[in-house]
């Protein structure tokens, strides 16, 4: 998970920690950060998605980046 993590964008990152470590809100997020409400949106849904092809491609043994 670590290594799938540190293959996200840095702010995509900031993102996620808020969201699931701090529970904070897409527009708490946005206020915070300086973003609109859709940008945090946006930027989690991708975020996620990318995580989930990661960790599936690394528990299915693939040694390649997904991306």
């Known amino acids: 998970l670590v290594k799938a993590i540190s293959q996200l964008n840095p702010v995509a990152v900031e993102m996620l920690v808020l969201r699931y470590e701090h529970n904070y809100s897409d527009a708490e997020i946005a ?9 945090v949106a946006v930027t989690l ?14 528990s299915s043994g693939e040694n390649h980046e997904a991306k």
Request: proline fraction near 0%; aromatic fraction near 4%; charged fraction near 35%.
């Open 45 to 58: 849904y991708r975020a996620r998605a990318r995580l989930k092809k990661l960790l599936t491609a690394s």
């Open 31 to 39: 206020k915070l950060i300086g973003k609109s409400r859709g940008v």
